[in-house]
Nanobody, 120 residues
Framework: QVQLVESGGGLVQPGGSLRLSCAASGSIFRVDDMGWYRQAPGKQRELVVVITSGGRTNYADSVKGRFTISRDDAKNTVDLQMNSLKPEDTAVYYC??????????????WGQGTQVTVSS
């Protein structure tokens, strides 16, 4: 069994910063792509950024230059540094990862989500 556990959400003023973290644990052989998605009230879940096992990244245009993703393969973690936050960044943020288990089966996993609210 594999779990993704997120942390780091909260309330921040416009222009502020937050750092989200996500840790994968369980019966893991290899972690492939990792990423962050978000879902605002009344809207569909959307990609924020993805990072491949080789370190290539793909950011949504709306967060380019403000958000930075990083991963630590030794710890099976992925972080999202969010700077210059805007009210429109308010959403539930979800960690996502493609993980190959020790049974060598590749499965896509989601975290439980963490709320980010940007408001004065």
């Amino acid at each position: 069994q594999v779990q993704l556990v997120e942390s780091g959400g909260g309330l921040v003023q416009p222009g502020g910063s937050l750092r989200l973290s996500c840790a994968a644990s369980g019966s893991i052989f290899r972690v492939d792509d990792m990423g962050w998605y978000r879902q605002a009230p009344g809207k569909q879940r959307e990609l924020v950024v993805v990072i491949t096992s080789g370190g290539r990244t793909n950011y949504a245009d709306s967060v380019k230059g403000r958000f930075t993703i990083s991963r630590d393969d030794a710890k099976n973690t992925v972080d999202l540094q969010m700077n210059s936050l805007k009210p429109e960044d308010t959403a539930v943020y979800y960690c996502n990862a493609d993980i190959v288990g020790r049974n060598l089966v590749r499965v896509n996993y989601w975290g439980q989500g963490t709320q980010v609210t940007v408001s004065s």
